[in-house]
């Protein structure tokens, strides 16, 4: 049974670096082909995806915040996180982290319950 | 860059009837394209990978079609749970997801 769930703080002031942990059980991260991906969801809005890490490390960013995101894996702990700088009020979003699954064709098929950031001084 | 675009943005329908969504990419992804379904403070559930196969456990009144730049996904007969927002998303360089289309109680 493959699971996720999202930890971090729940409120950041502008400006600063927001880090973000998804905890995960029932896959390996060192599996050839998988990968664990953020997509965040500002309220009453779309899904937008940030980042993804694959199982051999290689690492992909949205072209419009990769000068801010960083995603990193620790396959020991079942851990990947993702440090957002420059936190502004516009990122205030449920964030998600999500499996991205070779059974699926490599899309998001398991998904956490989502962490909701609010940014405001 | 490629966009996404899904229509209707609103399909307001009652139980039982039939659910056409679609979404339009505004250049070729190929059948690089799944369907998400999100209810309200839940976490999206992928319904449809490579624009035609369904996930595991997805119920068969969920079907998708296309290629290309056009992509149905369609709801053959709405139960009460199927009212919901869908996330259409390409994957053929980076995952993007569409707006989303929301299906509400006629």
């Known amino acids: 049974q493959i699971t996720l769930k999202e930890s971090g703080p729940t409120l950041v002031k502008p400006t600063q670096t927001l880090t973000l942990t998804c905890t995960f059980s029932?896959?390996?991260?060192?599996?050839?082909?998988?990968?664990v991906g953020w997509i965040r969801q500002p309220p009453g809005k779309a899904l937008e995806w940030l980042a993804l890490?694959?199982?051999?490390?290689?690492?992909r960013y949205s072209p419009s915040l990769k000068s801010r995101l960083t995603i990193t894996k620790d396959t020991s702990k079942n851990q990947v996180v993702l440090t957002m700088t420059n936190m502004d009020p516009v990122d205030t979003a449920t964030y998600y982290c999500?499996?991205?699954?070779?059974?699926?064709?490599?899309?998001?098929?398991?998904w956490g319950q989502g962490t909701l950031v609010t940014v405001s001084s | 860059e490629i966009v996404l675009t899904q229509s209707p943005a609103t399909l307001s329908l009652s139980p039982g009837e039939r659910a056409t969504l679609s979404c339009r990419a505004s250049?070729?992804?190929?059948?690089?394209l799944a369907w998400y379904q999100q209810k309200p403070g839940q976490a999206p559930r992928l319904l449809i990978y490579?624009?035609?196969n369904r996930a595991t456990g997805i119920p068969a009144r969920f079907s998708g079609s296309g290629s290309g730049t056009d992509f149905t996904l369609t709801i053959s007969s709405l139960e009460p749970e199927d009212f919901a927002v869908y996330y259409c998303?390409?994957?053929?360089?980076?995952?993007?997801f569409g707006p989303g289309t929301k299906v509400d109680i006629k």
């Open positions: 029932g896959f390996s991260l060192s599996t050839s082909g998988v990968g």
């Open positions: 998303q390409q994957r053929s360089n980076w995952p993007l």
């Open positions: 999500a499996h991205r699954g070779i059974a699926a064709a490599g899309y998001f098929d398991y």
């Open positions: 490579d624009a035609s």
């Open positions: 890490i694959y199982w051999d490390d290689d690492k």
């Open positions: 250049q070729s992804v190929s059948s690089y």
